[in-house]
Structure formats: structure tokens, C-alpha cells
């Protein structure tokens, strides 16, 4: 029993080294403030925000849930076809993908519900900011930022921040639910 738990324990760790190293050599770690827009688009140009129209704001959420739902289904395929051209040339292999959402994001791979909050987008309605919440079937719930961008006129996933963490834009004075 003991040596179980630590086959489990090492198994976990390596999924997590390997992610790492895997997101190290394509550079996601890199600082911030030295990445131009060209090289990740999920970097906006100014700090003008405004709340995201209806139609946006329902684009993005059926991307959302739609990933989610691909996630549940253990359907990575379908799931990285949520993700932009950028986020996807990130990962050598769709598994590298699966490990990475299955071990780093356990409550997106098996989630129950999610909410959604504000919803604003740049002034040039190139990326939209969604604030959520993802439900786990455990019942922990984690808030998220997902940063869309679009591409081949969609929006499509380009970051997702969980946890806790500091705002990526600041949100309007006026900003609201969808």
C-alpha cells in the first residue's frame, strides 16, 4: 500500500516536471514586459476596455463551456481546436495538453458548472476578458480569467489565469453580467 502511494506520488510529479519543462522550452515563462503583441497575441496594445457587446460576450461563453465540455468528455483533440493558433503551437502533443489541464487544472478537466462574471474587450475588439468561476464535480470552485483573442474570426482561447491572482485589465466603471 505504502509503495502505491509512492508510485502515485512520483507519477504525479513527473506529469508536473514534464509540464514544466514543456512550458519552459516554449517559452511561457518568459517575462512579460519583454514579449511584444507579435509574438503573443494575448497581449493588449492600450488599457481601454469597454463592456463586451451581447454577441461577443455569447461567442466567448459558448467557446468556453464548449472546451469545458470537451475537457469532461476527455476529448483533448476537440478541446485544443478551442485553443488559438498561438496557445497551440505551445504543446509538442495533444497529450502533453491533457497532462498539463488534467494535473495543473483539475477542476477545468472535470468540471461540474461555471459562471461567468463582467465581460470586457480592448478597444480594438481583438481580445475579450472573461471573469469566471469553474466548479469542479469535487466542489471546489476556482475563479479564472480567460483572455480570448480573436482569430480566424473567432475567439478562441489564447490564456487562462485560476486561482488567485491580480487582474490582467482593469474593468470599466460601468461593467456588468452577461
Known amino acids: ?27 511561457l515563462f518568459t517575462d512579460v514586459n519583454s514579449v511584444t503583441a507579435q509574438e503573443n497575441p494575448a497581449i493588449p496594445q492600450d488599457d481601454e476596455w469597454h463592456v463586451a457587446e451581447r454577441p461577443t460576450g455569447t461567442a466567448v461563453i459558448y467557446t468556453i463551456v464548449s472546451q469545458l465540455n470537451a475537457f469532461k468528455r476527455n476529448d483533448y483533440v476537440a478541446a485544443q481546436s478551442y485553443q ?33 462574471g463582467p465581460i470586457v474587450q480592448s478597444r480594438d475588439d481583438r481580445l475579450v476578458q472573461v471573469f469566471a468561476k469553474v466548479t469542479g464535480v469535487d466542489g471546489k470552485s476556482v475563479p479564472a480569467i480567460y483572455i480570448m483573442s480573436l482569430d480566424h474570426r473567432r475567439y478562441l482561447v489564447s490564456s487562462v489565469q485560476s486561482g488567485y491572482f491580480h487582474m490582467f485589465a482593469p474593468l470599466p466603471p460601468n461593467a456588468r453580467q452577461i
Open 1 to 27: 500500500m505504502k509503495a502505491r502511494r509512492i508510485v502515485a506520488v512520483l507519477l504525479v510529479f513527473s506529469c508536473l516536471l514534464l509540464a514544466l519543462l514543456t512550458m519552459s522550452r516554449r517559452g
Open 84 to 116: 488559438s493558433t498561438y496557445m497551440r503551437e505551445n504543446f509538442a502533443s495533444t497529450d502533453s495538453f491533457r497532462k498539463l489541464i488534467k494535473v495543473g487544472y483539475p477542476e477545468f478537466a472535470n468540471y461540474q458548472s461555471v459562471s461567468f
